[in-house]
C-alpha cells in the first residue's frame, strides 16, 4: 500500500521563476494539505484541497495556488519565487471524516531552494 | 501570538534522563492533540495522541490541561534514538457541504538531543 509521494525530492529554483510540486495521496484519501516547513520551524498550513476544490487556506499570498485532480493527486504553484520561499514543502493526505487525524499520512517533502 | 508555542530547546540530556516538553496553544476552541516526531530532514511522524485524562506509552507520556491550554510530553530513560525535534500540534474542525474537515497546526518544534 503506497503512501504518500512527492515530487520532486529536491528542486533548486532562482528568484522570479515559477514552480510546481507534486503530490499523489495515499491510496483510499481523497484530501491532500499542503504544508511549509521552513529551517528551524514548525510545519505551517498553506491550504487543503478536497473534491478538486481548496476547502482552506492559511496566511499564505497567492502566489502560492494549487489544484487537485480527479484522482485526488494534487499540484502547487509557487510563482515569482522569493528567496524566503527556501523550504521543505510537505504534502499530507487524509480522509475528511472526523477520526481521519489519525490517518493524516505525510509525503517525505520536497526540499526546494531558491538562489 | 503563535496559535502553538513550544520551547525551542535545544534539550542536551545524557541517556537515562528524563526531560519534559511544554506546549500552550491559544485557540480554545481546538479539539485534538498530538505531539509528532521529526527526524532531521524527514517528514513529521505522529508519536502520539495527548488526551486530558492523560495517556503512557512505554517511556512516553502525554498530559492536556485544557483550563491552562498547555500540553506537555514527558520522556523517561532517554534512548540515544530518541533525538529528534518534537512539534507539538493542535487541530481545529470545520465542517463545509456536510464533511467535516480538520486542519493541523504545529508548533515551531523543540530540539532534543540524548548524548551517551
Known amino acids: 500500500d503506497a503512501g504518500v509521494t512527492q515530487s520532486p525530492t529536491h528542486l533548486i529554483k532562482t528568484r522570479g521563476q515559477q514552480v510546481t510540486l507534486r503530490c499523489s495521496p495515499k491510496?483510499?484519501?481523497?484530501?491532500v494539505s499542503w504544508y511549509q516547513q521552513a529551517l528551524g520551524q514548525g510545519p505551517q498550513f498553506i491550504f487543503q484541497?478536497?473534491?478538486?476544490?481548496?476547502?482552506q487556506r492559511g496566511n499564505f499570498p497567492d502566489r502560492f495556488s494549487g489544484h487537485q485532480f480527479p484522482n485526488y493527486s494534487s499540484e502547487l504553484n509557487v510563482n515569482a519565487l522569493l528567496l524566503g520561499d527556501s523550504a521543505l514543502y510537505l504534502c499530507?493526505?487524509?480522509?475528511?471524516?472526523?477520526?481521519?487525524?489519525?490517518?493524516?499520512?505525510f509525503g517525505s517533502g520536497t526540499r526546494l531552494t531558491v538562489v | 501570538r503563535k496559535e502553538v508555542e513550544q520551547d525551542p530547546g535545544p534539550f542536551n540530556v545524557p541517556e537515562g534522563a528524563t526531560v519534559a516538553f511544554n506546549c500552550t496553544y491559544s485557540n480554545s476552541a481546538s479539539q485534538s492533540f498530538f505531539w509528532y516526531r521529526q527526524d532531521c530532514r524527514k517528514e513529521p511522524k505522529l508519536l502520539m495522541s495527548v488526551y486530558s485524562s492523560g495517556n503512557e506509552d512505554g517511556r512516553f507520556t502525554a498530559q492536556l490541561n485544557r483550563a491552562s491550554q498547555y500540553i506537555s510530553l514527558l520522556i523517561r530513560d532517554s534512548k540515544l534514538s530518541d533525538s529528534a525535534t518534537y512539534l507539538c500540534?493542535?487541530?481545529?474542525?470545520?465542517?463545509?457541504?456536510?464533511?467535516?474537515?480538520?486542519?493541523?497546526?504545529f508548533g515551531q518544534g523543540t530540539i532534543l538531543t540524548v548524548h551517551p
Open positions: 491510496s483510499g484519501h481523497d484530501t
Open positions: 499530507a493526505s487524509s480522509r475528511p471524516e472526523g477520526t481521519s487525524i489519525y490517518g493524516y499520512t
Open positions: 500540534v493542535v487541530t481545529s474542525w470545520g465542517n463545509a457541504g456536510g464533511t467535516s474537515y480538520g486542519k493541523l497546526t
Open positions: 484541497y478536497y473534491e478538486e476544490e481548496e476547502r
